[in-house]
Structures are given as C-alpha cells and as structure tokens.
C-alpha cells in the first residue's frame, strides 16, 4: 500500500504542524521547545554559581541557609521553565486534563510516598529544621547531614558511608539535631562508687579529671551531683559541656579512661551506671 502522496502529506505536516488532541505540534516548535530547555539549563547553572561564587560570600548565611536558597531556587527556575515551555508548545489546561486524571490514579496508589516525600523536602527547606551541617540522629543512627533534596536527604556516618533518609522520616518521626541550638554539645555520665566513699572526695576528683580536657567548657562549669543513694553505692552525675557536639563520643572514652585511672589510683571501685 506504499502510497507517493500519503508519504509527501506526512512530510508536509511534519514541517507545518499537525494537531494531535489539541495541541498543534510542529517541527519549529519541536525546535523551539529543545533550544528553551538547553537555553535554560545553561543559564540556571550559571546563576546558580554566581550566587554561590560571588554573592553568598557577601552575606554571612550558614551553609544550611545557602544550600536551601540554592534548591528552592533551582525548583522554582524549572518548575517556571516547563510552564513556559507548555505554552509555547500551546498545552492548555483542557489538553491536559486526561493527563491529570491519569496521574491522580497514580498518586493514589503507586505515587503516594514519593508525593509525601517531595511535600516533606519543600517543609524540610522552607523551615528548616535540619541544615546541611548539622549533626542528628534518626532511628538509633547519628550522623552529619550532606546534603538535602526533594526526595531525600543524605547523611555522612562515622564509617564513611552514606545513608539515604526518605524526608517525610524528618517530618513524621522524632529526630535529634545535636547543633540545632548551637555549635556547642553537653555529655552526662552517671557513676556508681561505694557507699563508704566520700561524696566531697569523690565529686572533686571527677571535676579534675572533667577540667584536664580541653574540649570541656569552662562557662558553664561542669557539676557533679549526688543522683542515687542505695545501701551499697552512690551514685553520682558528671554534666560538662562541649566546645563541639561532634567531640561527645571521643571525651566521653577519654574521660572514662581518665576516671577509671584516677579512681584506681586511689582504691576506690568506680563503675558507669
């Protein structure tokens, strides 16, 4: 059925447009449409390095505070780029309408976590409760946040690797920014000492060991008080607080060692409680 006049028709409307569901689609168009997107491409990446290169320097936001201006930007940029490009290409509402309809079945049944989790990365960035930078700890596991995207967000473990949380995790369970509040960090450790001992004698030597490190803070100073009292022990509480959240984990090994030492030193059993 090869047909000379069927075939030069379709070339002829290949380069003068034909419309398909309403929408007029034409090799200019088609032109135009990829020339808009590589357009745009170039001209958000190198707004976003200007930003980043030569105007953040000038103010004095964190680096949450960047990488959040950074994002929304970017989402905003594109978001307005594909509407403008459906204009052009003279998608109007009523064309898309099945399309609408289609992707609301989707929602609801195969997309809804990943809609959950776009609303909850456009909360994570407009509040921020979390910054990239900031040491939490979610589901038993802690960590620095590296980066945070729409859909999820990435935190940097001590053992190198990377853990990649779904953001509505950040909005509907309990997480622990250790640097929320502050660059600085507190560590509580509880001891048992015999009940023989002497709580004055006892409470000084914990304050000397808590004062020989350098990442404790001397304001506040660190304090020990009397927490328990049983028949056979006694059980005190030394609070210090950190120069850095990030440093809790190695002063605490460091002031174990040290108060175990001293306390040997001396004769007296000391155990963690």
């Known amino acids: 059925s090869f047909s000379v006049t069927d075939i030069t028709t379709r070339l002829w409307l290949l380069f003068v447009g034909n419309t398909i569901h309403g929408v007029k689609i034409s090799l200019d168009t088609v032109v ?22 030569r105007f953040f320097p000038t103010t004095r936001l964190d680096i949450g505070s960047r990488t959040s201006i950074l994002s929304i930007f970017t989402y905003c940029s594109w978001i307005l780029v594909g509407l403008g490009i459906l204009s052009i290409a003279g998608v109007s509402v009523q064309n898309l309408t099945w399309v609408v309809s289609a992707l609301s079945v989707g929602i609801g049944f195969g997309l809804q976590s990943i809609v959950q989790n776009f609303v909850s990365g456009v909360i994570l960035m407009a509040e921020r409760p979390v910054r990239v930078g900031d040491m ?96 056979d022990s006694l059980t005190l509480t030394l609070s210090i607080a950190l120069a850095s959240a990030r440093d809790a984990s190695s002063v605490q090994d460091a002031i174990l060692f040290d108060v175990f030492r001293r306390f040997r030193s001396e004769g007296i059993a000391i155990t963690t409680a």
């Open 32 to 53: 135009l449409v990829i020339v808009l997107a590589v357009a745009a491409y170039y001209i958000i990446r190198q707004t976003r390095s200007w930003i980043r290169d």
């Open 136 to 231: 939490v700890e979610i589901a038993g596991t802690r960590g620095d946040i590296k980066r945070i995207s729409i859909r999820a967000t990435d935190i940097g473990l001590s053992d190198g690797s990377t853990m990649i949380v779904p953001n509505s995790q950040f909005i509907t369970t309990s997480v622990k920014n250790a640097t929320l509040s502050g660059a600085t960090g507190s560590l509580t450790l509880t001891f048992q000492v015999p009940v023989a001992t002497h709580p004055e004698r006892a409470k000084s030597m914990l304050l000397e060991v808590a004062a020989h490190r350098d990442e404790v803070l001397a304001t506040p100073a660190p304090k020990v008080r009397v927490s328990a009292i049983t028949a």
